[in-house]
């Protein structure tokens, strides 16, 4: 099992409009994980389209996109998906040219990432993937009459497959360039704690949790460790007995609602889950400018020794961290979004170090 050890990880999305610019920034401070960048400037890079191309009876006119049920050739489409995705589980080696696979049009950053490693003459420890997660992207796209296409049984078991088999497709580009750990992907899917909610009226704990457990079973079964990043505040006990390797939480705001789940969360701890510690915020851009690496890094301290109290010894629960943002950058400005990445890397490197000093 991979141990962290306090390394620097991080999430996505950057305020850029440049790709190699942006992964220029991710390597200067996270060279051992690093990730391909998502620039949401970019209309087919935002949270919820990113990952659609492919699907059936999707419709972009460039400035909305939506699934469009009603066409003629609709019923045709979702045969063909199916028949396609039967096809890649039997044999996983068509998997890289099938509709699964990133394109240029929406995941340019992957493609530099790759460029970059065929480069380079050793291989990073690892190297982070990310889809948006089957629960968020279902709520947030819409069928041609308006409704969320994740109340649909038959829309939604597509999406899960969709998402599951996008992340597998990266694991298996990403694995090539990996030296000692497999290639983790991180599933981003706030709304897996928001059911119940007024924006997930009807969404059902089960619903949540079946969807999840296919993603997250996908990317393993490929060989690829599975994160789960959820920087919103709300039910945190389907992510924490997921089958996940790594949770990526909000620490910054979410603390202390995260510890509530005390059971969950030391079950997940005990079978050598890691916490990807969003210590450094990036919500709040007056929160952002105010905050220190030092004072990041007492925060993160107090709440080790908190955590430590379920059961846990410091340098344990050290071993099983990863040092993160509490979410993506792409909301902030170029400057506090350099200010986020730079704090991360700084205070992974004052977090590994008090860990091998003790």
């Known amino acids: 099992m991979f141990t962290p050890n306090c390394r620097p990880i991080l999430i996505g999305s950057l305020p850029l409009t440049s790709h190699e610019q942006a992964l220029r920034l991710i390597l200067d401070h996270t060279p051992d994980i690093p990730l391909w960048p998502q620039l949401p400037k970019n209309p087919r890079e935002g949270m919820i389209r990113q990952f659609l191309t492919g699907f059936p009876g999707l419709v972009d006119d460039g400035s909305r996109y939506w699934i469009d049920t009603a066409g003629p050739g609709f019923a045709e489409e979702m045969a063909a998906f199916y028949e396609e995705y039967l096809r890649v589980a039997e044999d996983p080696a068509l998997l890289r040219t099938s509709r699964f696979a990133l394109g240029p049009d929406s995941a340019t950053g992957f493609f530099t990432l790759i460029d970059y490693l065929h480069t380079q003459k050793s291989s990073p420890l690892t190297v982070k993937g990310q889809v948006t997660g089957a629960v968020t992207t279902g709520i947030g796209v819409k069928d041609g009459n308006g409704h969320s296409i994740f109340y649909d049984d038959n829309l939604r078991d597509m999406l899960v497959k969709q998402v599951a088999m996008k992340a597998c497709w990266q694991v298996a580009e990403l694995r090539r360039f990996t030296a000692e750990v497999p290639p983790i992907v991180f599933i981003d899917e706030p709304g897996l704690v928001g059911f119940g909610a007024g924006g997930f009226a009807g969404v059902s704990r089960e619903m949540v949790a079946q969807a999840t457990a296919e ?20 039910d945190w006990g ?18 202390e609602n995260f510890i509530l789940y005390r059971e969950q969360l030391i079950a997940f701890l005990s079978r050598r889950g890691i916490l990807a510690w969003g210590i450094v915020p990036t919500g709040n851009p007056l929160v952002v400018a105010e905050e220190s690496v030092d004072s990041l890094f007492a925060k993160w301290l107090a709440q080790v020794k908190t955590l430590a109290a379920f059961g846990f010894g410091e340098k344990q629960l050290m071993a099983q961290t990863l040092i993160a943002p509490s979410c993506g950058t792409g909301s902030l400005s170029p400057e506090l979004a350099r200010k986020v990445l730079a704090m991360t890397g700084e205070l992974s490197d004052m977090a590994r170090a008090h860990l091998f000093c003790q």
């Open 238 to 255: 389907p992510a924490l007995t997921s089958d996940a390797d790594i949770i990526s939480f909000d620490a910054y705001f979410y603390f």
């Open 215 to 234: 993603v997250v079973t996908a990317i393993k079964g490929g060989g690829g460790l599975a994160g789960l990043h959820i920087c919103a505040n709300g």
